[in-house]
Every structure is written in C-alpha cells, then in structure tokens.
C-alpha cells in the first residue's frame, strides 16, 4: 500500500533538477572571464519522454510493446560551438543572468508547493486542529 502520492517524489526530482541547473549556471557566471572557458546547459528536451516510459501499462497481450526504460531526465552539455568573447570563452552573462532569475522562481514555486504538501499532511495528522 502506498502511503502518499508521487507527489512528493515528483517534487523531490524538480528541486533536484533545479539545483542542478542552478549549479551549471552559477558555474558558468563564474568562469565568464575563463579563457576558453565553454558555457555548460542542463537539457531537459527528453524529460517528457523519459517520463513517460516510466509509465507501466497493462498488457492484455504478449506481443504488445513496453513503454521501456527510465533515465535521469536530463543532461549535462557543453556549448562549443559559439565564441562570445575574443579569448574563446562563450558565456553570455546576460543570458545566463536571466536563465538564472527563470531558474530561482521555479525552485522558489517548487519549495512552496511542497511545503504546502506538507502543511496538509501535518493537518491530516493532527486531525484537523
């Protein structure tokens, strides 16, 4: 029996993710005088279809196909195909700025949902009061 919704573990991945592309973010505004300093992105643009291999379907007959495997959703990549700068380093700092502010309002909504998911399971718990 499970006990709670994939809510939470959903929630738990986002934060996760977000983290992680904060990380690249904050990392590539650092090196933005590095030369030949290469700007990193996280991808996500297999995120739906990995999620929905994890799907589980009921087969009603051997010779229909699975839905497959998972993986974590996302990946690392370098951008090396651009120069912004003379010394071989492709940072732009504004767009790493902005992708950083889109990128601390989504962990920021992710945060408040699931403290909202637990303040409802904390009222469950009390009973109500």
Known sequence: MK???NTINNLEKA???STTKQRVISNNIANVDTP???AQEVR???AL???MQKLQA???NNKHFDFGSSSSGYQITTRANTNYQHN???VDIDQEMTDMAKNQIQYNALIDRLSSKFSSLKTVIKGGN
Do not use: A
């Open 88 to 90: 071989g380093n492709n």
């Open 44 to 46: 996500f643009n297999n």
């Open 15 to 17: 934060i996760s993710q």
């Open 58 to 60: 009921h087969k009603t």
């Open 36 to 38: 030949n300093y290469k």
């Open 3 to 5: 006990l709670f919704s």
């Open 49 to 51: 279809s990995n999620e």
